[in-house]
Structure formats: C-alpha cells, structure tokens
C-alpha cells in the first residue's frame, strides 16, 4: 500500500506540472501568433524573428531553427531542419510522460501483488491458529482485495491521463508544424536576405 500512495502522489504530480506546462505552452503560442500577426500587419517583418528568440513556445523554436538553416522554405533539406526542431520540441512536451505509462503499467500489479501477499497471510494465520469461522477468512480476503482495488485505483487515471496528453501532444505538434512552415515561407517571401542576415 505504501508503493501505491507513492506511485499516487508521482502520478499526480505528474498531472500537475504537465497540465501547467501545456497551459503554458499554449499561452505563449498565442501571445507570439498574435504578435507576429501584428508585425505582419504593420510590415514590420524583422520583429517577427524578434518576437521569437522573446517566446518559450514551440513554435518560436521551429521557426528560428529554419531561419537560421538559411533554406528554401519547401525544399527537401529545409523539411529536415523542420523535422529536427520538431522533435525536439516533441521530446520537451513528451518530458516525464513515461512515468505515466509506467505508473499505469504496474500499479495493477502492485496491488495484485498486495493481495496474494494477504490472502497467503490469512491462509497462514488459518494454519497456525485454526480455523476460525467463515467471517474471519472472509475478513482477511477482504482486506488484501483493497490492495487491488487501490492499485487498479491508481492506474486508470494514469492511463487516462497519458492517452490524454499523448493525444494533445499529436495534434499540438501537427498544429505548430503546419504553422511555422507557413509563417517561414511568408517571412522569407518577404525578406529575402533572412538567410545572410541569419
């Protein structure tokens, strides 16, 4: 029971500091869109690499990294540079999510463990003292089936949460991807020194 509280308390934790990463996340991807969109407007096209090296969102990351390759925005080679700053970003999101599989992996088998481990005590506790009645085996049952309830308890929000983030970490990344190659190939429309001047 002490392992499961602990694999609790990580997984919860986990949770936590993702779900505030991810907020966070996608309150800087908003504030630079609607910065770059506003460099956009006003022609000032220089401040939209500015506004990048400022953020901590993804995308920023994406689109300096294909700025500073100097390439054309859809040729084979600036696709890689794209790729490779995307799986960076990816391997950031997808920080501490193992955990998360793991903990939903064997907590249930934790418990399960817990539960053999009390049902062998009570069957030792019958030999060495006797029977005792119905109610006494049915006592001690009871008690080592809470190990496995507790660890199926701890498991399945875990499990739900990974396929949670796991999913929004997919459409996150296809959603950033999509709209730093836009951007970079608008920015490189209209500056068409950034690869000297980067």
Do not use: W
Request: a negative charge; charged letters at 20%.
């Amino acid at each position: 029971m002490v392992t499961l509280m602990t694999l609790s308390i990580v997984s919860i934790g986990v949770v936590l500091e993702r779900l505030s990463f991810f907020k966070k996340i996608r309150r800087a991807t908003t504030a630079l869109r609607d910065a770059m969109q506003g460099a956009f407007e006003k022609e000032e096209y220089g401040e939209v690499l500015v506004h990048c090296r400022q953020s901590e969102s993804p995308l920023a990351a994406m689109i300096l990294a294909e700025a500073a390759s100097g390439l054309e925005a859809e040729s084979a080679d600036a696709g890689r540079v794209m790729n490779l700053a995307m799986r960076g970003e990816m391997a950031r999101m997808k920080q501490y999510m193992p955990i998360l599989a793991t903990i939903a992996s064997i907590a249930p088998f934790v418990g399960l463990f817990g539960t053999c481990k009390g049902i062998i005590s009570a069957f030792s506790d019958i030999a060495t003292h006797g029977m005792g009645g119905p109610s006494v085996i049915a006592a001690g049952i009871s008690e080592a089936l809470v190990a496995t309830a507790t660890g199926l308890l701890v498991a399945i929000p875990a499990l739900m949460f990974y396929n949670y983030f796991t999913k929004m970490i997919a459409n996150l990344g296809l959603e950033l991807e999509s709209h730093a190659f836009q951007v970079y190939r608008d920015l490189r429309s209209k500056l068409p020194g950034l690869s000297e001047s980067d």
